[in-house]
């Protein structure tokens, strides 16, 4: 799997952000191409500037579609706001290489920080609900956004289920990046025993200042500049991690949210 994740330069103008999305050329080197974007890629993480980008939603899914097709590569397509039922999601799309949806995920955990200043993030965003999973290719991947990373149950419950490599669009600050960007996304690789891609952007907007250092890490916590389904199954054949497990005595179980009638 070719993989190239971009540190997308997200400035405070968003019809211009969507045109250098437009923009963007990739040349595979291999099948298929997977082309990731990060966390709210079309708008700086700042409350007001997200509230300003809802009425371009249509815009940027539009925008994504076109750029998988146009690129012929998969598009992980970081988040955008998405509204549904009159509520607004911190959400990714996929994208396949004809440009047609594959599936959504809206972000489950929402920043809430305590530090100089107090941030919410469930003030402009509900959380999501639902896990999901699709293939690229012969390989089995999951979803999630940012901080949801600091949740291992979430990751844990989507390597149950079967995948071999996690996406996770995301947009850590300086400061916070330095200290657990790595850390954390080696963990989750590490646990599981599953390739990790994790995206995040190279701007400063105001007081936020984003880390980058966007990364692929393997089953066996290497950083890596590429994917194989083999490696994985390599890995778990020498650390039998999933076959040691005390299901006897401890276990993570999905609770489904029941819909409102």
């Given at each position: 799997m070719?993989?190239?994740?971009?540190?997308?330069?997200?400035?405070?103008?968003?019809?211009?952000?969507?045109?250098?999305?437009?923009?963007?050329?990739f040349k595979k080197d291999k099948d298929p191409l997977v082309l990731v974007l990060p966390e709210l890629w079309l708008?700086?993480?700042?409350n007001?500037?997200?509230?300003?980008?809802?009425?371009?939603?249509?815009?940027?899914?539009?925008?994504?579609?076109?750029?998988?097709?146009e690129n012929a590569a998969y598009v992980i397509g970081g988040t955008i706001c998405h509204e549904h039922d009159g509520k607004w999601y911190n959400t990714c799309f996929v994208y396949d290489d004809k440009?047609?949806?594959?599936?959504s995920y809206s972000k489950m955990h929402l920043l809430e920080v305590h530090a100089r200043?107090?941030?919410?993030?469930?003030?402009?965003?509900?959380?999501?609900?639902?896990?999901?999973?699709f293939m690229i290719g012969d390989m089995k991947c999951g979803l999630i956004v940012c901080y949801d990373i600091r949740f291992p149950e979430l990751?844990?419950?989507?390597?149950?289920?079967?995948?071999?490599?996690?996406?996770?669009?995301?947009?850590?600050n300086e400061k916070v990046g330095e200290a657990h960007w790595e850390a954390l996304i080696?963990?989750?690789?590490?646990?599981?025993?599953?390739?990790?891609a994790a995206c995040a952007p190279d701007y400063s907007y105001g007081s936020f200042k984003s880390w980058g250092h966007s990364m692929i890490v393997d089953p066996f916590g290497r950083i890596t500049d590429h994917m194989d389904a083999q490696e994985v199954k390599k890995i778990r054949r020498r650390m039998p991690l999933w076959k040691q497990r005390r299901n006897d005595l401890y276990e993570v179980v999905w609770k489904k949210k029941e819909e409102s009638n």
């Amino acid at each position: 799997m070719d993989v190239r994740l971009i540190e997308f330069e997200t400035g405070a103008d968003i019809e211009r952000n969507i045109g250098l999305l437009k923009r963007m050329k990739f040349k595979k080197d291999k099948d298929p191409l997977v082309l990731v974007l990060p966390e709210l890629w079309l708008v700086p993480f700042d409350n007001e500037k997200i509230l300003e980008a809802r009425a371009y939603e249509g815009l940027a899914r539009s925008a994504m579609s076109c750029f998988a097709k146009e690129n012929a590569a998969y598009v992980i397509g970081g988040t955008i706001c998405h509204e549904h039922d009159g509520k607004w999601y911190n959400t990714c799309f996929v994208y396949d290489d004809k440009g047609k949806e594959m599936i959504s995920y809206s972000k489950m955990h929402l920043l809430e920080v305590h530090a100089r200043h107090d941030y919410f993030e469930h003030d402009v965003f509900e959380p999501g609900n639902d896990l999901v999973t699709f293939m690229i290719g012969d390989m089995k991947c999951g979803l999630i956004v940012c901080y949801d990373i600091r949740f291992p149950e979430l990751t844990r419950l989507l390597a149950k289920d079967g995948i071999e490599c996690l996406f996770v669009p995301a947009a850590f600050n300086e400061k916070v990046g330095e200290a657990h960007w790595e850390a954390l996304i080696k963990a989750r690789a590490i646990e599981n025993e599953i390739y990790v891609a994790a995206c995040a952007p190279d701007y400063s907007y105001g007081s936020f200042k984003s880390w980058g250092h966007s990364m692929i890490v393997d089953p066996f916590g290497r950083i890596t500049d590429h994917m194989d389904a083999q490696e994985v199954k390599k890995i778990r054949r020498r650390m039998p991690l999933w076959k040691q497990r005390r299901n006897d005595l401890y276990e993570v179980v999905w609770k489904k949210k029941e819909e409102s009638n």
